[in-house]
């Protein structure tokens, strides 16, 4: 006696392969066109951002406030009076 062959059925698994397998199409086709604004001799120019300035050890960032001098700094997460604490 002969075995018969039946093909497997399409699952879950099936479609969520099929699923990934058209976003992955959809995301090299808009991957293409977002790089062909950028190529050819018509083409913009990609964004010029300055890098930023390089701090050295101890210098603080810029904008952040001064401590003022005699009064001690608040503890981090704690912006309370601390005298009122423990009352």
Not at 21 to 47: N, T, V
């Amino acid at each position: 006696m002969a075995t018969v062959y039946a093909p497997p059925k399409n699952d879950a698994y099936t479609v969520l392969l099929s699923i990934s397998l058209g976003a992955l199409i959809l995301g090299c086709l808009l991957l293409f066109l977002d790089w062909s604004e950028y190529s050819g001799a018509g083409g913009k120019k990609p964004p010029n951002v300055p890098a930023p300035a390089k701090l050295e050890v101890g210098e603080p960032a810029a904008g952040t406030p001064m401590p003022v001098p005699g009064q001690q700094a608040p503890a981090p997460g704690n912006p309370g009076n601390p005298s009122a604490e423990g009352k």
